[in-house]
């Protein structure tokens, strides 16, 4: 089930956020794995905006952020429960978020992502993104992500249209 985050669910959320970071120690990026959750600051401004969602089995297992860039959605977090992992949760909030862009008229979900990373660009290209280059708004994203200590070189801009109706 995916439904609105709310404030109940920011302690959770932070949680899942450190247990997903985790599995950046095993390809050798453990400054990733030991990033701070978002913040309750964060987390307030993304809910009280309408652009947070979580996936609910039992408990929350994924959530996603998302924020307007250029006039496109813009996915800001993605992050899956490892104990949750495969089961589809993280691509079934990207495609909530497509049905969103596509009632708020958007024309694609942008994201920023580690170029090599196996469950980051690789992924999002099995889920129909392409790279394309930094432009606009997507620019800034990058070099606010650099002011944080992500590299990047590493990294990539992101793109998928949203189908009408999608």
Same mark, same amino acid.
């Given at each position: 089930?995916?439904?609105?985050?709310? *404030? $109940?669910?920011?302690?959770?959320?932070?949680?899942? !956020?450190?247990?997903? &970071?985790? @599995?950046?120690?095993?390809? &050798?990026? *453990? =400054?990733? @794995?030991?990033?701070? *959750?978002?913040?309750?600051?964060?987390?307030?401004?993304?809910?009280?905006?309408?652009? $947070?969602?979580?996936?609910? =089995?039992?408990?929350?297992?994924?959530?996603?952020? @998302?924020?307007? /860039? #250029? +006039?496109?959605?813009?996915?800001?977090?993605?992050?899956? #429960?490892?104990?949750?992992?495969?089961? +589809?949760?993280?691509?079934?909030?990207?495609?909530?978020?497509?049905?969103? $862009?596509?009632?708020?008229?958007?024309?694609? /979900?942008?994201?920023?992502?580690?170029? #090599?990373?196996?469950?980051? @660009?690789?992924?999002?290209?099995?889920?129909?993104?392409? !790279?394309?280059?930094?432009?606009? $708004?997507?620019?800034? !994203?990058?070099?606010? !992500?650099?002011?944080?200590?992500?590299?990047?070189?590493?990294?990539?801009?992101?793109?998928?249209?949203?189908?009408? &109706?999608?």
């Amino acid at each position: 089930m995916i439904r609105p985050a709310t *404030p $109940a669910d920011f302690p959770r959320l932070q949680q899942l !956020e450190v247990a997903a &970071g985790q @599995a950046f120690r095993e390809v &050798g990026m *453990p =400054e990733i @794995a030991d990033h701070d *959750p978002p913040s309750l600051e964060t987390l307030t401004h993304f809910t009280d905006r309408g652009r $947070a969602w979580v996936s609910e =089995e039992d408990v929350v297992g994924a959530y996603l952020l @998302a924020k307007v /860039l #250029d +006039g496109c959605a813009h996915i800001a977090q993605v992050s899956t #429960d490892p104990q949750f992992r495969g089961r +589809g949760l993280g691509r079934a909030l990207i495609d909530h978020l497509g049905h969103w $862009a596509s009632s708020h008229h958007f024309p694609a /979900l942008t994201l920023t992502t580690f170029r #090599d990373v196996p469950w980051n @660009a690789p992924y999002y290209r099995r889920l129909g993104f392409v !790279e394309v280059p930094a432009t606009g $708004a997507l620019v800034d !994203e990058v070099a606010k !992500e650099a002011s944080l200590g992500l590299d990047p070189r590493l990294r990539v801009c992101m793109r998928r249209a949203v189908s009408p &109706g999608r």
